[in-house]
């Protein structure tokens, strides 16, 4: 019974559990991150690439500069574990 009544093991478990607090926080605001940059380029590569790319085909027209056809957006799935 005089464990639970000793300070210095009050202050170990309320030091371990703001760690345990904190580190819970920063795994959060990660993995939000990666969700949000993951968003942003697959956007990116569907939306705003296409456009992109018609604009410049539209200007090498205009200013008669051959160009290569356009690469297709290749996908890399990176979630599945090779056997």
């Known amino acids: 019974m005089n464990t639970l009544v000793d300070p ?23 993995i939000r991150n990666d969700e949000m940059n993951r968003t942003f380029i697959q956007d990116m590569a569907t939306n705003h690439l296409p456009r992109i790319y018609e604009l410049l085909d539209k200007l090498c027209e205009k ?19 090779r056997k």
Do not use: G, K
């Open 63 to 81: 200013q008669e500069i051959a160009h290569s056809p356009q690469s297709p957006i290749l996908w890399v799935d990176m979630t599945t574990r």
């Open 8 to 30: 210095y093991w009050w202050t170990f478990a309320l030091a371990s559990l703001v760690q345990f607090i904190l580190f819970v926080r920063w795994l959060y605001r990660r």
